[in-house]
């Protein structure tokens, strides 16, 4: 069974970073893409980033290009989303995703999110 | 980028009704659209992919089609369960991957 565990997400000041974090298992996170999508409060829905399969391909929304790296630690199964330079826009429920199946981008299992809060 | 517009905003529906939400792209993206459900304080959960293929597991009341610019998700008769927004996704490659504002299916 697929599993997607966030984790990470707290209160941080504009300007201050967080690395958040997505503990994978069921399968091998190295050979599908993955997302991170955010949703700010009451709002719709945002993907952010997305590290592709064994290629390791990033892509990234412009509003967070330069802030944002988006990793992953294949012997921990973990995806990460570094983020510096936080904004109050920012704000958000963070998910991960996985791709829906081998070579696919689009998001089929998602985590419960992680919630960061930029605000002083 | 490419502009998804979902109508309606909200809709009222009772247990067994016909449901239709539609959502329309600011220009081509053949067939590369997918709906999701979300329920309050849930993770979105895939519906439809490819505009009309259901994703395993997910219940036959639920149907997509569409090409091009407009898109139907369509839930035959709703359930209890499918009280939830619903948002469909733009995945043309060669754009920023685009969602929906969101559709509010409520009790009437």
């Known amino acids: 069974e697929v599993q997607l565990l966030e984790s990470g997400g707290g209160l941080v000041q504009p300007g201050g970073s967080l690395r958040l974090s997505c503990e994978a298992s069921g399968f091998t996170l190295s050979n ?59 704000t958000a429920l963070y998910y991960c995703a996985k791709g829906r199946n081998l070579g696919e981008w689009l998001m089929g299992s998602w985590g419960q999110g992680t919630l960061v809060t930029v605000a002083s | 980028d490419i502009q998804m517009t979902q109508s309606p905003s909200t809709l009222s529906a009772s247990v067994g009704d016909r449901v239709t939400i539609t959502c329309r792209a600011s220009q081509s993206i053949s067939i ?27 219940p036959s ?47 009437k």
Request: proline residues 5%; neutral net charge.
């Open chain 2, 32 to 58: 590369y659209l997918a709906w999701y459900q979300q329920k309050p304080g849930k993770a979105p959960k895939l519906l439809i992919y490819d505009a009309s293929n259901l994703e395993s597991g997910v």
């Open chain 1, 32 to 90: 599908y893409a993955m997302s991170w999508v955010r949703q700010a409060p009451g709002k719709g829905l945002e993907r952010v980033s997305v590290i592709s399969g064994p290629e390791a391909t990033t892509y990234y929304i412009d509003s967070v290009k330069g802030r944002f790296t988006i990793s992953r630690d294949n012997s921990k199964s973990t995806l990460y989303l570094q983020m510096n330079s936080l904004r109050a826009e920012d």
């Open chain 2, 61 to 107: 009341r639920f149907s997509g089609s569409g090409s091009g610019t407009e898109f139907t998700l369509t839930i035959s008769s709703l359930q209890p369960d499918d009280f939830a927004t619903y948002y469909c996704l733009q995945y043309v490659s060669s754009s920023p991957w685009t969602f929906g504002q969101g559709t509010k299916v409520e009790i």
